[in-house]
């Protein structure tokens, strides 16, 4: 089973600023099954990337993904107060990542 | 606008079972895998298992084998996701989500959560 572990735990940031979140995959994750999610309080998790780096339908283009085989990056080019939030990334609609908290500094 | 509308909140004694159903609005429910998810308080999802509404079939990940049953019914766009021999530890909200295989298997849309209470 496939072990897909995120840092940090907790993302300390102010808005405007430039958000790097990682997900270190146990062995390696075909890009194309590896996904993020957004999900706030009382909410399900929203689909964010899929295929690594493509953006779902309506998520603005400050998302990014990238990374390939063990390394995965999802950043948040400048925070907007909407965007504090927690974030997972999952591989082949499966396993989670334990997720990383963007709060605000 | 696909919509996956799930049953409201249940709360169980330990060793009872739950069934939670997820309907699909639209006429797209055999088009698309459905993934279950649960989330505890303060925890990750956990994945579940999955079940295809066009022909029954499901997989259901090893921690919940001999406990959990997926299943459907067509005729009015709804899946099950029926879980026995109910402990606190399954304390959690239930998601039932749309697998995209265009997205690589992602989950593109998700039901609103049914939240099971194990309590005595």
């Known amino acids: 089973e496939i072990v897909l572990t995120q840092s940090p735990g907790t993302l300390s940031l102010s808005p405007g600023e430039r958000a790097t979140l990682s997900c270190r995959a146990s062995?390696?994750?075909?890009?194309?099954?590896l996904a993020w999610y957004q999900q706030k309080p009382g909410q399900p998790p929203r689909l964010l990337i899929y295929g690594a780096s493509s953006r779902a339908t309506g998520v603005p283009d400050r998302f990014s993904g990238s990374g390939s085989g063990t390394g995965f990056t999802l950043t948040i080019g400048r925070l907007e107060p909407e965007d504090f939030a927690v974030y997972y990334c999952q591989q082949y609609g499966r396993t989670f990542g334990q997720g990383t908290k963007v709060e605000i500094k | 606008q696909v919509q996956l509308v799930q049953s409201g909140a249940e709360v169980k004694k330990p060793g009872a079972s739950v069934k939670v159903s997820c309907k699909a609005s639209?006429?797209?429910?055999?088009?698309?895998?459905i993934n279950w998810v649960r989330q505890a308080a303060g925890q990750g999802p956990e994945w579940m298992g999955w079940?295809?509404?066009?022909?029954?079939?499901?997989e259901y990940a090893q921690e919940f084998q001999g406990r959990v049953t997926m299943t459907r019914n067509t005729s009015i766009s709804t899946a099950y996701m029926e879980l026995n021999s109910l402990r606190s530890e399954d304390t959690a909200v239930y998601y039932c989500?749309?697998?995209?295989?265009?997205?690589?298997?992602?989950?593109?849309?998700w039901g609103q959560g049914t939240t099971v209470t194990v309590s005595s």
């Open positions: 989500a749309r697998i995209s295989r265009a997205a690589g298997h992602a989950m593109d849309v």
């Open positions: 639209g006429n797209t429910f055999t088009s698309y895998d």
């Open positions: 062995q390696t994750v075909t890009s194309t099954y």
């Open positions: 079940m295809s509404p066009n022909s029954g079939k499901t």
